[in-house]
């Protein structure tokens, strides 16, 4: 090799250094702006249930201001869920939501697995309207929202696993919604050529109150077990559960509660607005007329600072003398039965006149205006302690079945001794 084919080699060699060199440098570029991509905080809310608008997010210190979307004619604008992506994992992220007392709870629910599970924050931190809760997860994506989300799919998948769990139980639609959505329900017990007395329980007829639909789940999950119990209910009475009431606000991710033109439970008149009111109302109407309405529990969340579960009752005025029989009898068993971690201690609240001018087309009021000897109440259970967690929630679920499990066997014992 000469000279000049020594030089010729030596540039070949260097032009694809350099050349490899680009490449690298190229690829850094990509990794090191795809990685400043990913390590951007966002939030998003474009899933169902999602809420919440943005008033000011400082991406180097991972702080954002946040209140639930407002949604007008929608109810009130209390329910948050936010999924935040590109979170530095270790890092705190904080979280500062208003207004109180409703969208703000003590401390605020979140899930590192996508939904799966939820665990409580810390406490937060109150400044008048506003709270600010710190969150440190080790993922660069979480969801947090106001209490744990119950949506439309989670409502479809609890009636599909109670069905495919017992041959007693088939799910089917309620009702499809002024918004086109289905509104999953299961019958539980029902047996061709028996007329059996029914047993109605529903949630979220307020679509901010998620928890109410979880003391719901709890409740399916206990009937459809080999408790004693739950034998006895499914042997003895036809159940029917809808998880969600109000499917259209809650997958919007509204609050539901005074909406337009009323909400769900002021909507219990003689010609209901929406569809699952309707259609609810039809068939516990029928069950009424031939005398085989059983009970009926509406499901809710409570205010702020109600502190441990209670029932709302229809004033005696409006209720038959079987009904009031049956009704102590049931919250004397309550009492024992819902023993916590959110315990029912016999507190108890009046639906009647007093409490709303259109009390009468609220739920409960009008199941004891149907003048049947059922028992007709609401349970309130409290989401603002450190107990009100999906596990607690569902555990209220199972006992409020063991209590109505029970009551209605007293019951018809002893209407039998009565015959003797
Ligand atoms: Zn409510």
């Not at 990794?31 to 951007?40: E, H, I, K």
């Not at 409740?219 to 408790?227: H, M, R």
């Amino acid at each position: 090799m000469n000279t000049q084919q020594l030089r010729h080699c030596i540039q070949r060699l260097y032009e694809r250094w350099i050349t490899k060199l680009s490449y690298c440098l190229l690829l850094c570029l990509v990794l090191s702006q795809s990685t400043a991509a990913q390590a951007q905080l966002k939030v998003q809310t474009d899933f169902p249930g999602g809420s919440g608008e943005v008033v000011s997010l400082n991406e180097k210190n991972q702080h954002l201001v946040l209140n639930p979307t407002n949604h007008p004619g929608h109810g009130w604008r209390c329910w948050w869920y936010v999924r935040l992506t590109g979170i530095r994992p270790g890092e705190t992220v904080t979280l500062d939501v208003g207004n109180a007392p409703w969208a703000t709870p003590d401390q605020a629910t979140f899930s590192v697995d996508g939904g799966e599970t939820w665990q409580h924050t810390e406490k937060g931190e109150r400044d008048q309207k506003r709270i600010v809760y710190k969150l440190k997860v080790d993922a660069d994506f979480v969801l947090v929202a106001w209490g744990p989300p119950f949506v439309s799919s989670d409502a479809k998948a609890l009636v599909e696993k109670l069905a495919a769990g017992s041959e007693a139980a088939s799910a089917f639609t309620l009702c499809q919604t002024r918004g086109g959505r289905e509104t999953p329900a299961i019958r539980i017990g029902a047996e061709e050529g028996r007329d059996k007395p029914l047993v109605w329980i529903q949630a979220r007829q307020h679509a901010w109150e998620s928890g109410s639909s979880w003391v719901a789940q709890g409740f399916g999950e206990w009937l459809v077990s080999d408790d004693a119990g739950a034998v006895w209910l499914r042997r003895n009475t036809e159940v029917v559960l809808v998880p969600v009431m109000d499917i259209d606000n809650v997958d919007l991710g509204a609050g539901g509660k005074s909406q337009t033109p009323h909400d769900h439970n002021r909507d219990w008149g003689d010609d209901p607005h929406w569809n699952s009111v309707a259609a609810a109302h039809a068939l516990i109407r029928k069950a009424a007329e031939n005398d085989k309405l059983a009970a009926f529990v509406d499901l809710h969340n409570p205010a702020a600072e109600d502190l441990s579960p209670f029932f709302y009752l229809s004033s005696e005025e409006i209720m038959s003398d079987a009904a009031k029989v049956n009704q102590t009898r049931f919250l004397a068993i309550a009492k024992e039965e819902m023993r916590g971690p959110l315990r029912f201690n016999g507190r108890v609240k009046s639906s009647g006149s007093a409490y709303d001018k259109n009390w009468t087309k609220i739920s409960g009021n009008w199941a004891s205006l149907l003048g049947t000897p059922a028992i007709a109440v609401t349970l309130e259970t409290s989401w603002n302690t450190p107990h009100s967690t999906t596990e607690n929630y569902r555990t209220i679920g199972r006992q409020l079945g063991q209590s109505i499990s029970r009551s209605l066997k007293e019951q018809a014992e002893s209407g039998k001794n009565e015959k003797d």
